[in-house]
């Protein structure tokens, strides 16, 4: 019998470190040059989504790597002011209400940030 494993690519996106002075990091995408990777801090948990509102498919960040939160419960978007649960990625007020951002998978090894495709 023949047993197919599947390796996972990681690329490292950044180190659980550079989470100590803000909760909110803007990282570029290795998988699409003209996009970036919003990675956001909870309760000693990363969440990574794409860094576009489905609003509209702009960045949320009011200038490149500065996010909106509010009491580190919803992040928001700078342009009309959606909000999304951080755990979920889910719109739970504003215009794309219902729609969620694109979660992206990570896995922290050894205190690097990686993604995983
Ligand atoms: S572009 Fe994000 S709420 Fe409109």
Same mark, same amino acid.
């Given at each position: 019998m023949t047993q197919t494993i599947q390796l996972c690519e990681q690329i490292k996106l950044c180190e659980q470190r550079d989470f100590e002075e803000t909760n909110c990091l803007r990282v570029p995408n290795p998988n699409n040059k003209k996009k970036s990777i919003l990675i956001i801090k909870?309760?000693?948990? /990363?969440y990574a989504y794409e860094n576009s509102c489905p609003h509209f498919s702009i960045p949320l960040d009011y200038k490149?790597?500065? $996010?909106?939160?509010?009491?580190n419960e919803v992040v928001m978007c700078a342009h009309h002011s959606a909000? $999304?649960? +951080?755990?979920? =990625?889910? *719109? +739970?007020? =504003?215009? *794309?209400m219902g729609h969620s951002l694109t979660s992206?998978?990570?896995? +922290? %090894?050894? =205190?690097? %940030? $990686? /993604? +995983?495709?």
């Open positions: 909870k309760d000693n948990a /990363l490149k790597g500065k $996010f909106h939160t509010y009491k909000m $999304f649960n +951080i755990t979920t =990625g889910e *719109c +739970i007020d =504003g215009p *794309c992206i998978a990570i896995q +922290i %090894v050894d =205190g690097e %940030v $990686f /993604l +995983i495709n």
